[in-house]
């Protein structure tokens, strides 16, 4: 997965949680399409993840959603990581455990 531009690879989006809601465990929102092999890909890839790290799993198609379509309709499948973009594109999932491997907050 391609991570978002910038010096963290992650660029806070408000796609995830509500900020005021606490996290118990990390979340992991993909933001996907239907018809899509690489969204696919990824969703069997963080299914099979959540055997090794626990973590909530969620999905939004930009089929559903007009405002989320504009802004990734090119770049599904998006990955956001406790509502921080966490890349696009192929899962890097090294880092994305050694990433739900630390504690949160």
Avoid: Y
Avoid at 16 to 31: C, I
Wanted: contains cysteine; proline residues 10%.
């Amino acid at each position: 997965m391609n991570p978002t531009p910038g010096s963290s690879g992650c660029k806070p989006e408000n796609e995830g949680r509500e900020k005021s809601t606490p996290l118990s465990r990390h979340e992991v929102l993909l933001v996907s399409k239907r018809e899509c092999p690489l969204c696919d890909e990824a969703r069997e890839q963080l299914i099979t993840l959540k055997l090794r790290v626990p973590f909530d799993l969620v999905e939004r198609h930009i089929d559903d959603d007009a405002e989320l379509a504009a802004r990734h309709e090119l770049e599904v499948p998006v990955i956001f990581l406790d509502g921080a973009r966490f890349g696009f594109g192929h899962v890097e999932l090294p880092r994305l455990e050694a990433a739900l491997r630390k504690p949160l907050p």
